[in-house]
């Protein structure tokens, strides 16, 4: 299973508005939320306008405009994102509209939809709010979680060898 770049940058940038408009709800830019994440201003324009039209963000026009979440964050999950974009998790061709031949007799085919279950079911639980609380947890962390560093050491080395 793999998240399409789409998901993740909405994903990201709307953890990373919500993180940065304050109690009061301030606009924050979509320049600013693209140097933050690393994500392309156009690219980004689009999702956001995408995310707006199917009622998750408010656009703010003026100097001091931006975005602000259309609703509390507690009250996003992340599958009302993966929703308003069309994004989907898929577990195999059995649960697309190709479809396999071979599911009548495939011993894994139930197997993939707990699966997908499992996981919409999470998708469905996790709000932004919960995302930031992730986050606050992290930096307040006084080890370093082993299984992270090793997922960092991993990416490091790739980004190594691909300069070489």
Same mark, same amino acid.
């Given at each position: 299973m793999r998240l399409s770049v789409t998901a993740r940058y909405a994903i990201n940038?709307?953890?990373d508005l919500y993180s940065h408009s304050d109690s009061n709800r301030k606009p924050v830019s979509v320049s600013d939320i693209s140097k933050r994440q690393n994500i392309p201003v156009n690219y980004l324009e689009q999702l956001f306008a995408k995310?707006?039209?199917k009622g998750l963000?408010?656009?703010? @026009?003026? =100097?001091? #405009?931006?975005?602000?979440?259309? @609703?509390? =964050?507690? #009250?996003?999950?992340?599958?009302?994102i993966l929703n308003a974009l069309d994004e989907?998790?898929?577990?195999?061709?059995c649960q697309t509209e190709v479809?396999?031949?071979?599911?009548?007799?495939?011993?894994t085919f139930f197997l993939w939809q707990r699966v997908k279950d499992s996981v919409d079911e999470i998708l469905d639980e996790t709000s932004?709010?919960?995302?930031?609380?992730?986050?606050?947890?992290l930096l307040n962390q006084t080890q370093v979680d082993p299984v992270r560093e090793e997922v960092r050491n991993r990416a490091v080395k790739r980004e190594q060898e691909s300069k070489e």
């Open positions: 940038a709307l953890s995310l707006r039209k963000l408010t656009s703010v @026009r003026g =100097a001091q #405009g931006g975005y602000v979440l259309s @609703r509390d =964050a507690s #009250g996003i999950c992340i599958s009302d989907s998790l898929i577990f195999g061709d479809g396999c031949k071979n599911a009548p007799l495939c011993p932004l709010e919960d995302l930031l609380n992730e986050k606050v947890a």
